[in-house]
C-alpha cells in the first residue's frame, strides 16, 4: 500500500498570503496524485488531477507541482474561502486508493 | 448538473447489515467508474471500494473484503453497496463518488452528501 504523508497537519495563515502544502508518498507514484479541498460539513472537491492539472472551475491561485514521491499544492493569495482541509490522494498503485491524511490550512 | 443523492444509512447493531444506494444523474452513468468512500467522525478520507462502468471490474480494500459488496444497475443509474457483518470501526459518513475513467476511478470529481452509518449497540 502506498503511504500518503502530508505535512504540516495544521497552517495558520493570514488572508493574501502563499500557502505551500506537501505530500509525500512511500513509493514512486510518477505524477498520478491529486488534491482535495475539504469545508466543514461539505463534500470533498477535486482540484488537481495527475499533479497539476487544474479540475474545472477551480481557481488559477491553485497550483500543483511534483512527480515521483514528492508533491506540493500551492495557493498563491489566499482567499477567506479557502479556510479548509486538503488531503492528497494517488492512484498509481491501486488497489487500494490512498488519501493523506490532511493538512487544515486555519486562519491565524 | 451532476447529482449523487446517497441514502440507506443508520444506526445498526454490530453484526448487523445496510444496504446504500446512489442515485445518478446529469451524467451518462455507464460511462463511468464509480467509488465508495467514508470518512469517520473527525477522521480524514478512506477509499472503500469501485466498480466500473460495466460492472465487470471491481476493488475493495482489504478491510471490507468480504462483508462489503458493491454493485450498480446502470438502467437506473444507481450504485449499490451491501454492508453485512458490520463493527463499530464501520461507523462513517459513506460518499458516493463519480470516478474520471471508464474503468478505473483514479480520481473523484463529484461527490454526494454521503450517508451516515452508525455501528452501535
Known amino acids: 500500500e502506498t503511504v500518503l504523508t502530508q505535512s504540516p497537519a495544521t497552517l495558520s495563515v493570514s488572508p493574501g498570503e502563499r500557502v505551500t502544502l506537501s505530500c509525500r508518498a512511500s513509493?514512486?507514484?510518477?505524477?498520478?496524485l491529486g488534491w482535495y479541498q475539504q469545508k466543514p460539513g461539505q463534500a470533498p472537491r477535486l482540484l488537481i488531477s495527475?499533479?497539476?492539472r487544474r479540475a474545472p472551475g477551480i481557481p488559477p491561485r491553485f497550483s500543483g507541482s511534483g512527480s515521483g514521491t514528492d508533491f506540493t499544492l500551492t495557493i498563491s493569495s489566499l482567499e477567506p474561502e479557502d479556510f479548509a482541509v486538503y488531503y492528497c490522494?494517488?492512484?498509481?498503485?491501486?488497489?487500494?486508493?490512498?488519501f493523506g491524511g490532511g493538512t487544515k490550512v486555519e486562519i491565524k | 448538473e451532476v447529482q449523487l443523492l446517497e441514502s440507506g444509512g443508520g444506526l445498526v447493531q454490530p453484526g448487523g447489515s445496510l444496504r446504500l444506494s446512489c442515485a445518478a444523474s446529469?451524467?451518462?452513468?455507464?460511462?463511468?467508474?464509480m467509488s465508495w468512500v467514508r470518512q469517520a467522525p473527525g477522521k480524514g478520507l478512506e477509499w472503500v471500494a469501485a466498480?466500473?462502468?460495466?460492472?465487470?471490474?471491481?476493488f475493495y480494500t482489504d478491510s471490507v473484503k468480504g462483508r462489503f459488496t458493491i454493485s450498480r444497475e446502470n438502467s437506473k443509474n444507481t450504485l449499490y453497496m451491501q454492508l453485512d457483518s458490520l463493527g463499530a470501526e464501520d461507523t462513517a459518513l459513506y460518499y458516493c463518488?463519480?470516478?474520471?475513467?471508464?474503468?478505473?476511478?483514479?480520481?473523484?470529481?463529484?461527490w454526494g452528501q454521503g450517508t451516515l452509518v452508525t455501528v452501535s449497540s
Open positions: 446529469g451524467f451518462t452513468f455507464s460511462g463511468y467508474a
Open positions: 495527475d499533479a497539476s
Open positions: 513509493q514512486n507514484i510518477e505524477i498520478y
Open positions: 463518488a463519480k470516478g474520471t475513467n471508464v474503468d478505473h476511478p483514479y480520481f473523484f470529481d463529484y
Open positions: 466498480i466500473s462502468g460495466s460492472g465487470g471490474i471491481i
Open positions: 490522494q494517488q492512484r498509481r498503485n491501486w488497489p487500494p486508493l490512498t
